[in-house]
């Protein structure tokens, strides 16, 4: 983990959290996915959503990133309500989704996935005809994996077919901090992957909270969420049943939210699809 | 990375030699190596059976035969890379030579203009495609199959009753019996020579001066003094007979655009990011059916260039024209140069390579009289060959992930 200080991306207040959503609903024909959910992020904070299979836990990181609309609820930046009707929309807003199959091109060099959609040119070219600066996208592609200490990647003119899953994790991950968003989804982002692996991903995601963003991540691993989380939300049946501070909470006590023992209900209850 | 470690996971002595030689082949990153190795056992073989077939009259036709397969195969790469195929190349060329050829002789057009519509209908066929494979989601592997049959069709239908029309001796004509002087074919080479050499200077430097590791200096020397090596020999060659001709220049020369669009620019990156992985390319925010349209459109025009060449070197567009095996040595060629079937893997280079393989297997079993038979069976088994290398090449890969 970086030892030198990193400032605060973004400054919020007490009162009212930096990413914040009331009352989300969401129906697929006669099924509630999501009914009357409530979630909050702060800066420099990492929450952890977890759920059953069904629970509801994609529908909601959906409805953030715009890519599934939501039919009820309302969304709030710093306190000031926006709508997030696209991923275009959350993209503005500055929330990015780092999905689970991470989206990167096997065939580019590392800093060509870094850049993807977003090259940079030589000056005085045009966007057509652009020469591409590769040197200038490789040098700040450097520059950002060192910021964020990634070490595990050292030549970023490799191509992504060569990487690990860890590798490929940390690229995925870097390439979403390349538009300078204050809230990271992150679906999954252990999965799959070794131990050693794992801790270098969770490395990265403490460095994203030193950075002063807002992380989301979903996750079964309860062992990874307990690592790395500050707060645990825990959604059943589209609806969120618990919220656990990280220090001072038990797996037993997560597990039991999550199957719902401890609410009366039984663990094998009717599935609800997503 | 991968490569240290295999190279100590092998054994010394001979074996282990020919094995690192095999890993070498087979790993595609000595594609062009291995491209070249096979010309020149092709070369040697030919010269064996037949003393003619490096002489410097038929090393000169044989480049000539092949400036239209070259000219199409460009277009097929750029397909290729997006991880399509467009099986109607062979007749958008043959029915573009016939427009252009009866807007000459039937409409007394100018050869420039003519040659201009042919293109253009060679781009229109190509957003045609395009747009079936984008709006409709059409396999490009049907679509195009129709396409082969409905421009053949069309080809027939614009050429009329006679089904041949001679072209006079025109622009169009002169495209593949025009030669430099042999002192123009070496001004060109040393141009070329130095052009290419200062480019790689400048790159090192600048990559030196932006404090990034420059890449082994001996490998890239080799390479230069390889290609530099080649050229001279090549107007050498040339001079001997007629001189270096337009043709061939035309078509490096196509290739070197086709180089820089694919290597150095956004839009090249995007075709290959579409290639390797379509849906990460459109959630990164690329209009991945813009790139796919653009570039069937360049690849039908490039089919129609070559159209034109064919027609330039035949003195006339026939039935014929643009049929039989011209479209399978248009995509057999870059193919066994190295780029892949399976999109996002490849080079432009391969175009002119793997249409020098192909047009040196054809050429030397002209020489030698074989029959068609003969000559069909060799081209497939060689193109066999090409993708089973390429086919070990992806599964290495897949265990390396």
Not at chain 1, 226 to 238: C, N, P, Q
């Amino acid at each position: 983990m970086g030892d030198e200080p990193v400032p605060a991306v973004t400054a919020t207040t007490a009162a009212s959290p930096l990413l914040a959503l009331k009352g989300v609903s969401k129906r697929f024909g006669p099924l509630e996915a999501l009914t009357g959910v409530d979630f909050e992020v702060d800066a420099g904070e990492v929450v952890a959503l977890v759920g059953d299979n069904g629970a509801g836990k994609s529908t909601l990181i959906k409805a953030i990133a715009g890519v599934q609309l939501c039919d009820e609820g309302t969304f709030f930046m710093r306190g000031t309500e926006v709508t997030i009707s696209s991923p275009k929309d959350a993209d503005a807003l500055g929330i990015t989704t780092v999905y689970q199959d991470l989206a990167l091109c096997d065939n580019l060099d590392i800093f060509a996935n870094l850049y993807l959609g977003h090259e940079r040119f030589v000056k005085n070219a045009t966007r057509f005809t652009g020469y591409l600066d590769e040197i200038e996208m490789e040098k700040s592609s450097l520059k950002l994996l060192e910021s964020l200490a990634v070490t595990t990647i050292k030549d970023v003119r490799a191509h992504v077919a060569s990487l690990s899953g860890g590798q490929r994790q940390a690229v995925a991950i870097t390439r979403s901090l390349l538009g300078e968003p204050s809230v990271v989804l992150l679906d999954e982002p252990t999965a799959a992957l070794g131990v050693v692996q794992t801790k270098q991903v969770l490395n990265l995601i403490r460095t994203l909270r030193e950075r002063g963003l807002g992380v989301v991540v979903i996750s079964h691993n309860l062992a990874d969420v307990f690592e790395v989380a500050d707060r645990i939300i825990v959604l059943r049946l589209g609806g969120r049943v618990a919220t656990f501070d990280v220090k001072g909470v038990s797996h037993e006590d997560v597990v039991a939210a999550i199957t719902g023992a401890e609410f009366g209900a039984a663990p094998d209850e009717v599935e609800e699809p997503t | 990375m991968s490569e240290k470690e295999q190279d100590t996971q092998v054994s010394g002595g001979v074996g282990g030699t020919l094995r690192r030689l095999g890993r070498v082949l087979t790993e595609g990153r000595a594609g062009s190596l291995l491209v070249i190795l096979m010309i020149a056992a092709i070369w040697i073989f030919f010269q064996i059976m037949n003393a003619n077939f490096l002489s410097p009259a038929n090393l000169t036709n044989l480049m000539l035969q092949n400036v239209a397969v070259a000219t199409i195969s460009i277009g097929v790469v750029l397909i290729l890379l997006l991880g399509e195929i467009d099986l109607s190349v062979g007749s958008v060329s043959g029915l573009c030579a016939a427009v252009m050829a009866v807007l000459i002789v039937n409409h007394n057009t100018s050869p420039m203009l003519a040659m201009l519509a042919a293109l253009a209908t060679g781009a229109a066929i190509g957003l045609f495609t395009g747009f079936m494979i984008t709006r409709f989601r059409i396999p490009s592997f049907v679509i195009t199959l129709a396409g082969l049959l409905l421009w053949e069709g069309l080809q027939l239908y614009v050429l009329g009753a006679t089904g041949t029309v001679n072209l006079p001796n025109n622009l169009v004509t002169k495209l593949t019996s025009t030669f430099f002087s042999p002192l123009a074919g070496w001004i060109i080479a040393v141009l070329a020579i130095v052009c290419m050499c200062g480019l790689a200077f400048l790159g090192r430097a600048r990559r030196r001066r932006a404090g990034l590791p420059a890449g082994p200096m001996r490998a890239q020397a080799i390479r230069l003094v390889l290609v530099g090596a080649a050229m001279i020999a090549a107007i050498v060659v040339f001079n001997k007979d007629r001189g270096l001709p337009l043709a061939v220049v035309i078509v490096v020369g196509l290739a070197l655009v086709f180089v820089y669009v694919t290597e150095q620019t956004r839009f090249g990156r995007h075709i290959f990011a579409v290639g390797g992985n379509a849906e990460a390319a459109r959630r990164a925010g690329i209009r991945i059916d813009r790139v796919r349209i653009i570039v069937f459109v360049l690849a039908s025009a490039l089919a129609a260039g070559g159209g034109i060449l064919a027609a330039s070197r035949l003195l006339a567009v026939n039935q014929s024209s643009g049929g039989s095996d011209l479209l399978l040595m248009a995509i057999a060629g870059p193919v066994i140069a190295g780029t892949s079937l399976f999109g996002g893997r490849g080079s432009v280079w391969s175009a002119l390579l793997g249409a020098l393989v192909i047009g040196s297997i054809a050429n030397g079993m002209d020489l030698m009289s074989l029959s068609a038979s003969v000559k069909f069976m060799v081209t497939g088994g060689v193109l066999i060959l090409a993708v089973t290398l390429e086919a070990a090449t992806r599964l290495r890969r897949q265990t390396e992930d």
